[in-house]
């Protein structure tokens, strides 16, 4: 899907869901990392995250959509278009868009943990993913030494 499919799917979204026009430019933005979408308030463009189209398919990139148009129309009219707000709340139960989107498991980190440290006293495991100075710490539970154990 290009840049120009993804404009006619949001202005047919937009009538279809919301019954009216979505007269401004929707494109796709390489650099979302973490979220589906965002709507832009000066521009009043909606940009779409493309690896989220390409993890979750058609249907979900739908669900962001209506999402960004309820910011969109409330905006565009006024109301609260905030997530918090009431109008916002009302108007995605009314078109069933989530309130929030699936996470992107190509940016989601894999905890990798490099080291293991352990309580000399009550045997308390910490598992870290940066190095720490043994003589700076002590143990959260009862303040006994901690020393590192093997690398895993």
């Known amino acids: 899907m290009d840049d120009r499919q993804l404009q006619e799917l949001v ?14 430019k929707a494109a796709f933005n390489n650099r979302l ?46 109301k ?13 139960t009314l078109v069933n868009a989530p309130r929030f989107c699936k996470p992107i498991q190509a940016t989601t980190k894999n905890k990798k943990y490099e080291y293991k ?9 910490y598992m870290r993913k940066k190095r720490m100075d043994t003589n700076k710490y002590v143990c959260g539970q009862c303040k006994g030494r901690i020393r590192l154990l093997d690398l895993k």
């Open 11 to 24: 202005e047919e979204v937009s009538q279809l869901s919301f019954g009216k026009p979505f007269r401004h």
């Open 33 to 78: 990392r973490t979220t589906g979408g965002r709507y832009l308030l000066k521009s009043h463009n909606i940009e779409l995250n493309v690896k989220y189209y390409q993890e979750h398919g058609i249907s979900d990139l739908i669900d962001v959509i209506k999402h960004e148009l309820c910011h969109y129309h409330l905006h565009i009219e006024g």
């Open 80 to 92: 609260g278009y905030k997530h918090r707000d009431r109008d916002f709340k009302q108007l995605l």
């Open 117 to 125: 440290y352990e309580c000399i006293k009550c045997k308390k495991q």
